[in-house]
């Protein structure tokens, strides 16, 4: 763990400048990041967002914070339109799959904390459902309506964006910009009955034609709370009304944040949170960002399936910088599973050197700590994982000053940042469910005669610590002994 008087800088979207990082209370963090909307599986760009904020954890818990996270489950009021229209995308998986809503919420929101683990991200400290907080919602409404900045139209409840001074200030573009901005990219449709554009919903009616499988109560009429409410009311109940760090996808700026931004200050009066931090797309080709209303999304379980460790997804992430975009190829995936299934090796070597490692010479210590100085520097300077991912490089290949033993203690420091499970040994029992899934791949890469993608999987099962041998009996594997 690091010295407590190390200084973090992370780059704030609300002032546009890398800061110093200053805390609200000292020793500790609060951060908010926005949750999964648990209509469906989340993708592999969905998880680079997630793995950013991991690591941001990370960084701060290395330093010695005390870090408390809260991240929410959108669990209704997502609606497939930003213009709060359109139906809400939990009931529009419920009527796909011929469930209840609350049945498709609660699937989804399993399956995408199973595939977070599979990616070594931390669960935060406080995981909140929107459907287990409308009381509170309810009450943050009231308060913004009390102080003026509500008004009801047709289908809800309605936030005047135009009375806010500094709506807008996390776009870096005033009012008028701003609504002019979303007219022409067509972020938001305008509703006739809407004063401004960027108005939004606090509370949408349910529509009087038909009931909601999600609906309740509320002072205006019986209906359900909009997407931005539940993260203000929900970060503000958990963290304060003032925090240290909320984070999020670059494509939560525009509106979702800065409506969140909005509502907090409408009933506060203050500060939500004092750093915003977002994280760059994934993109393909032709820098397009991978989204599930596009139709093409790749899950973690696909990666399983095409033979990769989740965590070699993980290790492509540490390659670019998180306010980068990165492009998504499969060359590049089984690039990073390579160096990743190396690195590991080297660590299983240096771990044999551990040995009579104690006696520690002076000139060793001074080494290790230029390394270990150089790593914090590096996580601390805005997270720069490429940086440090060079670092951990150079140690690995630094031949007249370091031990194998010393090389080995320093990699499983700095992979409690890294998070790629450096020392495979102690997390076979963990790797089961993903083993058996390659080892079945495998066999139908085999059936199918596809030797290259069938030597693939048995490498990465080998770096697993699982070997595989073909017998005429059929496939038989042993964990391998070190």
């Given amino acids: 763990m690091a010295s407590k008087t190390a200084e973090i800088w992370l780059f704030n979207t609300l002032t546009r400048r890398k800061e110093k990082f200053v805390p609200i209370e000292k020793g500790k963090v609060k951060m908010y990041c926005c949750g999964p909307t648990v209509y469906w599986y989340a993708h592999i760009g969905n998880f680079r967002t997630y793995i950013f904020e991991d690591l941001l954890r990370r960084v701060f818990e290395f330093n010695g914070y005390k870090v408390e996270h809260v991240m929410n489950i959108t669990d209704v009021g997502h609606l497939t339109s930003d213009a709060d229209t359109g139906e809400d995308k939990i009931e529009v998986g419920a009527k796909r799959e011929r469930k209840t809503a609350w049945e498709i919420a609660e699937f989804y929101a399993k399956a995408f904390f199973e595939d977070a683990e599979r990616l070594n991200i931390l669960k935060?400290?406080?995981?909140?459902?929107?459907?287990?907080?409308?009381?509170?919602?309810?009450?943050?409404?009231?308060?913004?309506?009390?102080?003026?900045?509500?008004?009801?139209?047709?289908?809800?409840?309605?936030?005047?964006?135009?009375?806010?001074?500094?709506?807008?200030?996390?776009?870096?573009?005033?009012?008028?910009?701003?609504?002019?901005?979303?007219?022409?990219?067509?972020?938001?449709?305008?509703?006739?009955?809407?004063?401004?554009?960027?108005?939004?919903?606090?509370?949408?009616?349910?529509p009087k034609d038909k009931k909601r499988q999600m609906e309740w109560d509320s002072p205006w009429g019986v209906g359900f709370p909009g997407w931005h409410i539940e993260c203000s009311a929900m970060s503000m109940k958990y963290l304060g009304e003032n925090f240290d760090i909320h984070c999020g996808g670059i494509d939560h700026i525009p509106i979702h944040h800065t409506n969140e931004i909005a509502q907090a200050e409408a009933a506060t009066g203050k500060r939500l949170a004092n750093y915003w931090l977002h994280g760059a797309f994934l993109v393909f080709g032709k820098s397009l960002r991978m989204a599930k209303s596009a139709?093409?999304?790749?899950?973690?379980?696909?990666?399983?399936?095409?033979?990769?460790?989740?965590?070699?997804?993980?290790?492509?992430?540490?390659?670019?910088?998180?306010?980068?975009?990165?492009?998504?190829?499969?060359?590049?995936?089984?690039?990073?599973?390579?160096?990743?299934?190396?690195?590991?090796?080297?660590?299983?070597?240096?771990?044999?050197?551990?040995?009579?490692?104690?006696?520690?010479?002076?000139?060793?210590?001074?080494?290790?700590?230029?390394?270990?100085?150089?790593?914090?520097?590096?996580?601390?300077?805005?997270?720069?994982?490429?940086?440090?991912?060079?670092?951990?490089?150079?140690?690995?290949?630094?031949?007249?000053?370091?031990?194998?033993?010393?090389?080995?203690?320093?990699?499983?420091?700095?992979?409690?940042?890294?998070?790629?499970?450096?020392?495979?040994?102690?997390?076979?029992?963990?790797?089961?469910?993903?083993?058996?899934?390659?080892?079945?791949?495998?066999?139908?890469?085999?059936?199918?005669?596809?030797?290259?993608?069938?030597?693939?999987?048995?490498?990465?099962?080998?770096?697993?610590?699982?070997?595989?041998?073909?017998?005429?009996?059929?496939?038989?594997?042993?964990?391998?002994?070190?």
């Avoid at 551990?354 to 002076?362: C, E, I, P, R």
């Fill in 124 to 206: 935060p400290t406080v995981v909140c459902k929107a459907t287990d907080h409308i009381q509170d919602m309810i009450a943050l409404i009231k308060r913004i309506e009390e102080n003026g900045y509500t008004y009801i139209i047709d289908n809800g409840v309605y936030f005047d964006t135009s009375k806010l001074k500094d709506y807008g200030v996390l776009t870096g573009m005033d009012f008028e910009r701003l609504n002019e901005s979303l007219k022409a990219g067509a972020r938001v449709e305008f509703n006739p009955q809407k004063r401004n554009i960027t108005d939004f919903g606090l509370w949408l009616f349910s």
């Fill in 295 to 482: 139709g093409e999304i790749i899950t973690v379980k696909n990666l399983i399936e095409e033979g990769y460790d989740p965590l070699a997804f993980r290790y492509l992430c540490l390659t670019a910088h998180y306010r980068s975009e990165l492009v998504f190829k499969w060359e590049s995936l089984q690039a990073a599973q390579k160096a990743l299934f190396t690195l590991r090796e080297h660590v299983r070597r240096f771990k044999e050197n551990l040995k009579g490692a104690d006696a520690v010479k002076a000139k060793e210590k001074a080494k290790a700590e230029e390394y270990r100085r150089a790593f914090l520097n590096a996580v601390n300077d805005d997270l720069n994982m490429p940086k440090a991912l060079v670092i951990a490089w150079k140690l690995v290949r630094e031949e007249k000053e370091l031990s194998g033993g010393e090389k080995y203690r320093l990699l499983l420091e700095f992979d409690k940042i890294f998070a790629l499970d450096l020392d495979k040994e102690e997390i076979l029992e963990k790797l089961s469910e993903e083993a058996e899934i390659l080892i079945r791949k495998r066999e139908e890469a085999r059936k199918a005669k596809d030797w290259e993608k069938a030597d693939k999987i048995r490498e990465q099962l080998k770096a697993m610590g699982i070997i595989i041998e073909d017998t005429p009996q059929g496939v038989k594997w042993r964990i391998e002994k070190r």
